[in-house]
């Protein structure tokens, strides 16, 4: 759930209602990228999402430990069925208060996506539109209130000037 959150910028609400038919390829292995309909995504904001490696990685294990499903919850609770958002939200709590880290929720890793996507989405040919889409935001102001600022770039770029 941490990397569906850090690398692929996911809501709970996303993690909770990610199916393998969402991950896997026509061949049934996993496929390059996520597709999140409208129905999974808030307030309809469907996307596709390009899978980073490591995230990659984990589903491929994932998808092999749990005997290789075409269908059913990617991230299933105790009983085996779909998490609900609020469960996500719970389990990421606990994740970080057993870690002694404050002022952390279930968002912490989704805001670091986006401001990582945007601090070096220039190297791809990008831009904040971009980083916009790959969230699901209906509006780039939304996206610019997830992006922590960088004193230390700041100065960097004032000396690039």
């Known amino acids: 759930m941490v990397l ?6 996911l ?18 292995k996993v496929g390059d990228a996520l597709e999140l309909p409208p129905s999974a995504a808030k307030m309809g904001s469907g996307r596709r999402v390009p899978l980073h490696r490591e995230l990659k990685r984990a589903l491929v294990d994932l998808h092999a430990e749990q005997g290789k499903p075409r269908h059913g919850p990617v991230i299933a609770s ?11 939200v719970n389990w990421f709590r606990r994740l970080y208060d057993d870690a002694g880290l404050t002022g952390c929720s279930s968002h912490s890793g989704r805001r670091t996506f986006v401001t ?7 190297r791809a040919g990008g831009s904040l539109r971009d980083v916009q889409e790959l969230a699901g935001h209906r509006s780039i102001k939304t996206t610019e209130g997830y992006i922590e600022g960088d004193r230390d770039a700041q100065r960097r770029l004032i000396q690039l000037l």
Request: with cysteine; charged share 20%; glycine share 8%.
């Open 4 to 9: 569906l959150s850090v690398h692929a910028g």
């Open 116 to 122: 990582r996507a945007a601090r070096t989405v220039h």
């Open 11 to 28: 809501r709970a609400c996303e993690i909770a209602s990610l199916t393998w038919r969402m991950v896997l390829s026509p061949t049934g």
């Open 78 to 88: 105790e009983r085996g069925d779909a998490m609900t958002p609020k469960s996500v």
